[in-house]
T-cell receptor, first 111, second 113 residues
Framework: DTGVSQNPRHKITKRGQNVTFRCDPISEHNRLYWYRQTLGQGPEFLTYFQNEAQLEKSRLLSDRFSAERPKGSFSTLEIQRTEQGDSAMYLC?????????FGSGTRLTVV | GQQLNQSPQSMFIQEGEDVSMNCTSSSIFNTWLWYKQDPGEGPVLLIALYKAGELTSNGRLTAQFGITRKDSFLNISASIPSDVGIYFCAGQLSMNAGNMLTFGGGTRLMVKP
């Protein structure tokens, strides 16, 4: 098992464009999380799935953000009509019972 | 969003020195976690603490879960150059990792050889 995999690692997009990120969790992990980390800050929780069900959403997840986890395996995070304030590292993590394993993140730059 | 208060924000030390950093919260947590993050990578778990008063070691790292459940500290003994990175504390309400983590702002550690 290669751990939590995130693609792409880097994304540069123009303001107003839509972007989609993918996360492949550790295969036996049933829980999947998305966090956002801006420069100089700790990660902030966005949303959480248990299997395919999205169980928690932060108020940081505006209506331009949508996350899915079809079939309870990989997950996608889409940002529509990107804004410069969306520039950040988007981290995915997965867990089974105890302890998270984080991926390496997708760094988004909106120009 | 809400974050834990982590201090110091940065430290620049000589190789071989011991390091101490701490984290405080206005809220109670049931689990405290300490992570290290290298540039361009995700956080990696160093130590997990599940019980108030618990003192846990992992090699040169020692962490404690405060009695009030509102604070934690991390010590690194005999620092080496590869200890360089950003250290984050995180609190969790649920003991089975089903809920979100609340992170501190990080302590940036720099080690001079």
């Amino acid at each position: 098992d290669t751990g939590v995999s995130q693609n792409p690692r880097h994304k540069i997009t123009k303001r107003g464009q839509n972007v989609t990120f993918r996360c492949d969790p550790i295969s036996e992990h049933n829980r999947l999380y998305w966090y956002r980390q801006t420069l100089g800050q700790g990660p902030e929780f966005l949303t959480y799935f248990q299997n395919e069900a999205q169980l928690e959403k932060s108020r940081l997840l505006s209506d331009r953000f949508s996350a899915e986890r079809p079939k309870g395996s990989f997950s996608t995070l889409e940002i529509q009509r990107t804004e410069q304030g969306d520039s950040a590292m988007y981290l995915c993590a997965s867990s089974f019972e105890d302890g998270y394993t984080f991926g390496s993140g997708t760094r988004l730059t909106v120009v | 969003g809400q974050q834990l208060n982590q201090s110091p924000q940065s430290m620049f030390i000589q190789e071989g020195e011991d390091v101490s950093m701490n984290c405080t919260s206005s809220s109670i947590f049931n689990t405290w976690l300490w992570y290290k993050q290298d540039p361009g990578e995700g956080p990696v778990l160093l130590i997990a603490l599940y019980k108030a008063g618990e003192l846990t070691s992992n090699g040169r790292l020692t962490a404690q879960f405060g009695i009030t459940r509102k604070d934690s500290f991390l010590n690194i003994s005999a620092s080496i150059p590869s200890d360089v990175g950003i250290y984050f504390c995180a609190g969790q309400l649920s003991m089975n990792a089903g809920n979100m983590l609340t992170f501190g702002g990080g302590t940036r550690l720099m080690v001079k050889p």
